[in-house]
């Protein structure tokens, strides 16, 4: 059975049940059907959620398929509450755009998925659309103040840098000109479209504390400049409550359950190698105020969602991870040691072991952070017990915890050593984990602390646009910022192509975008950018609908 098959067999416990498993009345959830829930703010307890362990669930570099980091905290989750640790797993919401491209669904796979997954990889409570919605609202009133005579705040058209969203692939849309068809039309200029998971609203909901906090956050979204190079923010325009109003209630983290029947918070979604790659605060904030352990993910490899969620979650809102999981697969580490993407489920040892350089750096990368890794082999039906124990071997040599994780298979089952090795680590009194920098650092130190430490280049080369925008920024006073690098997700470095462990490399940023609603500044590193295409035959192609409404074709 494949996963649509395998979610479809599951009897759905009524979200009240899962309500009252988490610990909360019942009656004060905002029931959205049979199966999914907001859970209201007032829930959170900053003393109960303290108690909480945190795990963080991470990954070597991904194959363009991902590696399972999902399945895996999914599946951890699961196995913590076998062996009586009450846990909740919070993970972020799918985005469209790979749902219909490449990846297909990211609900987890086989018996380690949260449910109803056909709704959560759609359109689940209408988050997606309410960020979408309060992104465009605030595009819209730029284009209105431009064209205004009466209510003009003098905005040079030239330097806005706010473009407008869609939850979709769309490469056509990644540059165009608004405002054409006469003087009625606005004022014409160039622009594009980045896609939902990149916006900056999505930043700010997932940063956020509370309702207040957001509120300030949209305020505080840098626009452009005046002909007098005065700056404007969104506050300006007096469109932070209106955008505050779109989101009162996608604020509020989903409450699904797992296929075991726990319970699963799901709230928010922005990527990890064009934004910060993790849940909501808030989210992750109400599952620690209910679980003894709570599990969450960061996107791509450690060298981006992890780093993000160390050095800007963390760091923003107080939280301290009591041990990191590295997910790694056997075909991955055969990817970095040069095997092609078709051969990767031919068993071979030689490119497997080729490939360890990269799960070592990661690892390293971890140690760096002052937190203990515990490898986590997500295992697939084509691996080999050969290719198993030279990740074992490896482990053992250097001293790191390691389990294989049959989730896909078995779910909580197939997690219950990976469980065991979990609680060693969160139960030894680890300490509150070391940040990579300072924020109070210049950015240029930021940036190359990064690039030297985590991803392992020899220097950072700036472009001149760059250089304006570093002048821009401390002009602006905002160079006190985090760094949310944006960067390949298929390599340590900026260059897709160099797998494995590069060395002697250079990392190149050629921009600097400011979100300062968010709270981050954003180097923007190669040929990354903010709105992906869709692949000559996307996931689209195999996804319908039946005459009884059942979706096929989802993975």
Same mark, same amino acid.
């Given at each position: 059975m494949n996963d649509l098959d395998i979610a479809r067999k599951v009897k759905l416990r009524h979200i009240s049940e899962i309500a009252k498993t988490f610990g909360v009345d019942e009656n004060e959830i905002e029931m959205y059907g049979k199966n999914k829930a907001k859970l209201p703010l007032s829930f959170i307890d900053e003393k109960k959620a303290a108690q909480s362990k945190l795990i963080l669930v991470s990954a070597i570099s991904p194959t363009p398929a991902g590696e399972g980091k999902t399945t895996v905290s999914i599946g951890l989750s699961e196995g913590l509450n076998k062996v009586g640790k009450k846990t909740t797993v919070v993970l972020r919401e799918p985005s469209l755009g790979p749902v219909f491209g490449i990846k297909g669904g990211a609900t987890g796979g086989g018996y380690s998925q949260v449910l109803p997954m056909e709704d959560i990889n759609m359109h689940f409570t209408g988050d997606f659309s309410a960020i979408e919605k309060a992104h465009n609202l605030l595009a819209a009133v730029i284009d209105n103040n431009i064209q205004s005579k009466s209510n003009s705040l003098n905005l040079d058209p030239r330097t806005i840098s706010w473009k407008r969203v869609i939850d979709m692939n769309d490469r056509a849309l990644r540059r165009i000109i608004v405002g054409l068809g006469g003087t009625t039309s606005g004022i014409p200029r160039e622009s594009g479209f980045d896609i939902t998971a990149a916006s900056e609203i999505m930043a700010i909901l997932c940063l956020a504390a509370n309702l207040h906090d957001l509120k300030i956050r949209l305020g505080n979204i840098f626009i452009g400049f005046t002909f007098n190079k005065e700056p404007i923010y969104a506050r300006d325009l007096k469109a932070g409550g209106a955008m505050a109003a779109l989101l009162k209630d996608a604020i509020k983290p989903n409450l699904v359950q797992t296929i075991e029947g726990n319970p699963a918070i799901i709230h928010g979604g922005p990527f990890a190698n064009i934004a910060q790659g993790t849940n909501s605060v808030i989210a992750t904030r109400m599952g620690m105020t209910y679980s003894d352990y709570t599990v969450t993910e960061a996107g791509f490899g450690f060298d981006l969602g992890a780093e993000k969620f160390f050095d800007i979650k963390c760091?923003?809102?107080?939280?301290?991870?009591?041990?990191?999981?590295?997910?790694?697969?056997?075909?991955?580490?055969?990817?970095?040691?040069?095997?092609?993407?078709?051969?990767?489920?031919?068993?071979?040892? @030689?490119?497997?072991?080729?490939?360890?350089?990269?799960?070592?750096?990661?690892?390293? *990368?971890? *140690?760096?952070?002052?937190?203990?890794?515990?490898?986590?082999?997500? /295992?697939?039906t084509t691996d080999t017990d050969e290719e198993v124990?030279?990740?074992?071997?490896?482990?053992?040599?250097?001293?790191? /915890?390691?389990?294989?994780?049959?989730?896909?298979?078995?779910?909580?089952?197939?997690?219950?050593?990976?469980?065991?090795?979990?609680?060693?680590?969160?139960?030894? *009194?680890?300490?509150?984990?070391?940040?990579?920098?300072?924020?109070?650092?210049?950015?240029?130190?930021?940036?190359?602390?990064?690039?030297?430490?985590?991803?392992?280049?020899?220097?950072? @080369?700036?472009?001149?646009?760059?250089?304006?925008?570093?002048?821009?920024?401390?002009?602006?006073?905002?160079?006190?910022?985090?760094?949310?690098?944006?960067?390949?997700?298929?390599?340590?470095?900026?260059?897709?192509?160099?797998?494995?462990?590069?060395?002697?490399?250079?990392?190149?940023?050629?921009?600097?975008?400011?979100?300062?609603?968010?709270?981050?500044?954003i180097p923007i590193t190669g040929d990354i950018m903010r709105m992906p295409g869709l692949p000559a035959h996307p996931q689209s192609e195999k996804i319908s609908v039946d005459n009884a409404g059942n979706i096929t074709g989802l993975m």
């Open positions: 760091q923003s809102a107080g939280l301290s991870p009591k041990a990191v999981v590295l997910t790694a697969t056997i075909r991955a580490l055969k990817y970095h040691g040069g095997a092609d993407l078709k051969s990767l489920t031919t068993p071979d040892v @030689e490119a497997l072991k080729k490939g360890l350089p990269n799960l070592e750096k990661h690892l390293e *990368n971890i *140690n760096q952070f002052n937190v203990t890794p515990v490898i986590a082999i997500n /295992r697939f124990q030279v990740i074992m071997d490896k482990a053992k040599e250097l001293g790191i /915890r390691c389990a294989v994780a049959d989730l896909w298979a078995k779910g909580g089952e197939g997690a219950i050593d990976l469980a065991h090795k979990v609680i060693e680590v969160a139960e030894s *009194n680890p300490p509150v984990f070391d940040p990579m920098y300072d924020w109070s650092w210049s950015v240029k130190k930021k940036i190359e602390t990064l690039a030297t430490k985590i991803y392992g280049a020899e220097h950072v @080369e700036y472009t001149a646009k760059a250089k304006a925008n570093l002048r821009t920024i401390s002009k602006l006073g905002l160079d006190q910022m985090p760094i949310c690098i944006a960067k390949t997700q298929k390599s340590l470095s900026d260059n897709p192509a160099l797998l494995g462990r590069p060395k002697d490399f250079i990392i190149t940023v050629r921009e600097i975008e400011i979100a300062s609603g968010a709270g981050f500044l």
